[in-house]
């Protein structure tokens, strides 16, 4: 069954060779006809952030793979292979028989995606140095030198009106990672030097955007946060009455402090006006299900709990911005994935590192498999919004959702290629329709890189950037948005 959207808010009171396979194309940088624009549209962007590389092979389908090696007269084992000078456009791509996209194939059950997708290969980011990752760099365009260089493009895009709207959140940050903090600080960033956190705990951030509508522990927290925000405004609003004006550093502090309350509570007035809203979309509670998916020892089905509530915060209208950390930044990255044990060699159970670091396909295979699950994931996602009409279409016409790498294309990268998967988006101006894109490899003229993405999804929010990121401006190839997949 579908719900349409605006009726569940407004019922609660919320408002060469290229011949010869099959149709590809040299990109002559003009790329697709220009397509409709829906301006009237709700405009909301979904980021997936793989921790320490999405290797392409396992994203490239057959078609792409046949053609990009029918140009090149060899075969292709990275994008140093790359032969073609021009962008090459595959229309129609096969893209679920990619070894970590077959979450895209449509069944009796589920619709495709594959006529909603555009799979993007080749682009560099070398300036942002590579290694186990680039940190806040991968989501900003610029080298992260102890801490963030400049904002994140999930934070920009925050900040853009026809993109925040009314809002509780601006953006909604969570993910899995290694260790114990609950808090990931190394992959977004709200300016240079002030990283924004992503949200490690499940529970957490069930209590954060469900709480007010949570019948156990969630809500008891809820509300004895309303209590503490209350009593500390009280303190200030009296602690700048007993100053008279006898120091204005202390005042001015004090007076950052009392807006920053007085927006905390501004929020969560209006979590309870949504609240009908929210019920209506609220996930299973913490400590519902025994086992509790929201303590599993299990990253993946962690990560499947924090999807759940990404969806339905998407549903009731908390954010139109959301950046899934998939072990991203640092060492977040070097997890054990116990759900995968079939897939690793012997049977036995490695290390995040030690798996990265294994020779031979069958080290491969684990990985790709990981990629498969966060893949599929996105394409959950996906299919719910795709589920819920809105004006100009589907939910999932007024999002883009965004699936890339932290660094690249392998454990010890180069930043030479970030692989990418462009899922909706089509209101906003977004070619996914099929296609593969595949640029010439890093180091040629016509190579480009994830800031023109960035640019892209700019232009789609309607605030046209050509030069996002890259402090360095030398290290910019090419400004403005890709005419391959937006336009």
């Not at 899922?423 to 023109?452: C, E, L």
């Given at each position: 069954?579908?719900?349409?959207?605006?009726?569940?808010?407004?019922?609660?009171?919320?408002?060469?060779?290229?011949?010869?396979?099959?149709?590809?194309?040299?990109?002559?940088r003009q790329g697709p006809p220009p397509r409709?624009?829906?301006?009237?549209?709700?405009?909301?962007?979904?980021?997936?952030?793989?921790?320490?590389?999405?290797?392409?092979?396992?994203?490239?389908?057959?078609?792409?793979?046949?053609?990009?090696?029918?140009?090149?007269?060899?075969?292709?084992?990275?994008?140093?292979?790359?032969?073609?000078?021009?962008?090459?456009?595959?229309?129609?791509?096969?893209?679920?028989?990619?070894?970590?996209?077959?979450?895209?194939?449509?069944?009796?059950?589920?619709?495709?995606?594959?006529?909603?997708?555009?799979?993007?290969?080749?682009?560099?980011?070398?300036?942002?140095?590579?290694?186990?990752?680039?940190?806040?760099?991968?989501?900003?365009?610029?080298?992260?030198?102890?801490?963030?260089?400049?904002?994140?493009?999930?934070?920009?895009?925050?900040?853009?009106?026809?993109?925040?709207?009314?809002?509780?959140?601006?953006?909604?940050?969570?993910?899995?990672?290694?260790?114990?903090?609950?808090?990931?600080?190394?992959?977004?960033?709200?300016?240079?030097?002030?990283?924004?956190?992503?949200?490690?705990?499940?529970?957490?951030?069930?209590?954060?955007?469900?709480?007010?509508?949570?019948?156990?522990?969630?809500?008891?927290?809820?509300?004895?946060?309303?209590?503490?925000?209350?009593?500390?405004?009280?303190?200030?609003?009296?602690?700048?009455?007993?100053?008279?004006?006898?120091?204005?550093?202390?005042?001015?502090?004090?007076?950052?402090?009392?807006?920053?309350?007085?927006?905390?509570?501004?929020?969560?007035?209006?979590?309870?006006?949504?609240?009908?809203?929210?019920?209506?979309?609220?996930?299973?509670?913490?400590?519902?299900?025994?086992?509790?998916?929201?303590?599993?020892?299990?990253?993946?089905?962690?990560?499947?709990?924090?999807?759940?509530?990404?969806?339905?915060?998407?549903?009731?209208?908390?954010?139109?911005?959301?950046?899934?950390?998939?072990?991203?930044?640092?060492?977040?990255?070097?997890?054990?994935?116990?759900?995968?044990?079939?897939?690793?060699?012997?049977?036995?159970?490695?290390?995040?590192?030690?798996?990265?670091?294994?020779?031979?396909?069958?080290?491969?295979?684990?990985?790709?498999?990981?990629?498969?699950?966060?893949?599929?994931?996105?394409?959950?996602?996906?299919?719910?919004?795709?589920?819920?009409?809105?004006?100009?279409?589907?939910?999932?016409?007024?999002?883009?959702?965004?699936?890339?790498?932290?660094?690249?294309e392998k454990h010890h990268s180069n930043a030479?290629?970030?692989?990418?998967?462009?899922?909706?988006?089509?209101?906003?101006?977004?070619?996914?329709?099929?296609?593969?894109?595949?640029?010439?490899?890093?180091?040629?003229?016509?190579?480009?890189?994830?800031?023109?993405?960035?640019?892209?999804?700019?232009?789609?929010?309607?605030?046209?950037?050509?030069?996002?990121?890259?402090?360095?401006?030398?290290?910019?190839?090419?400004?403005?948005?890709?005419?391959?997949?937006?336009?």
């Amino acid at each position: 069954m579908t719900v349409s959207r605006r009726k569940l808010l407004t019922s609660t009171g919320l408002l060469a060779g290229t011949a010869l396979f099959t149709g590809a194309t040299f990109g002559d940088r003009q790329g697709p006809p220009p397509r409709p624009h829906t301006d009237n549209c709700p405009r909301r962007f979904v980021i997936f952030l793989e921790g320490n590389g999405t290797q392409p092979a396992c994203m490239m389908d057959p078609l792409t793979r046949q053609t990009l090696e029918g140009i090149a007269g060899k075969a292709i084992a990275s994008n140093r292979d790359y032969g073609h000078d021009q962008p090459v456009l595959v229309p129609q791509a096969p893209l679920s028989e990619a070894r970590a996209l077959s979450a895209l194939a449509g069944d009796a059950n589920q619709i495709s995606l594959v006529e909603r997708a555009a799979l993007v290969l080749g682009l560099s980011s070398t300036n942002l140095g590579g290694g186990h990752s680039c940190n806040h760099g991968a989501l900003g365009a610029t080298k992260a030198v102890g801490g963030p260089g400049g904002p994140t493009i999930d934070a920009v895009l925050a900040g853009i009106p026809a993109v925040r709207g009314a809002t509780p959140f601006d953006v909604i940050r969570l993910g899995i990672g290694a260790g114990s903090s609950p808090l990931n600080y190394s992959s977004c960033a709200f300016a240079a030097d002030k990283p924004a956190p992503i949200l490690l705990d499940p529970a957490a951030a069930f209590s954060t955007l469900f709480g007010s509508v949570s019948l156990g522990a969630a809500g008891a927290d809820f509300a004895a946060r309303g209590q503490r925000l209350e009593f500390a405004l009280e303190d200030v609003e009296r602690e700048l009455q007993s100053l008279g004006g006898a120091s204005s550093r202390a005042q001015a502090k004090l007076e950052t402090y009392r807006t920053s309350l007085m927006e905390m509570i501004a929020r969560d007035e209006q979590l309870l006006g949504m609240h009908d809203a929210l019920l209506a979309v609220k996930p299973i509670e913490p400590g519902e299900l025994d086992p509790d998916p929201y303590t599993s020892a299990s990253p993946l089905e962690r990560l499947s709990v924090e999807v759940d509530l990404v969806i339905a915060a998407l549903l009731a209208g908390l954010s139109n911005v959301v950046v899934v950390s998939l072990g991203s930044g640092g060492y977040y990255w070097s997890q054990e994935y116990p759900s995968l044990l079939p897939f690793y060699p012997g049977g036995q159970m490695l290390g995040g590192h030690d798996l990265r670091h294994g020779e031979g396909p069958e080290y491969d295979e684990v990985l790709h498999e990981l990629s498969s699950r966060y893949v599929a994931q996105m394409a959950r996602v996906a299919r719910a919004l795709a589920a819920v009409p809105e004006a100009g279409g589907t939910m999932l016409d007024n999002t883009l959702l965004l699936y890339m790498p932290d660094n690249g294309e392998k454990h010890h990268s180069n930043a030479e290629e970030f692989a990418s998967l462009l899922i909706g988006g089509n209101n906003m101006g977004f070619a996914s329709d099929g296609r593969s894109v595949t640029f010439p490899k890093a180091g040629h003229d016509n190579n480009r890189q994830i800031s023109n993405v960035f640019n892209s999804m700019l232009y789609g929010a309607g605030q046209p950037t050509d030069d996002f990121g890259h402090v360095d401006v030398a290290s910019r190839i090419a400004e403005g948005p890709l005419s391959e997949i937006w336009g």
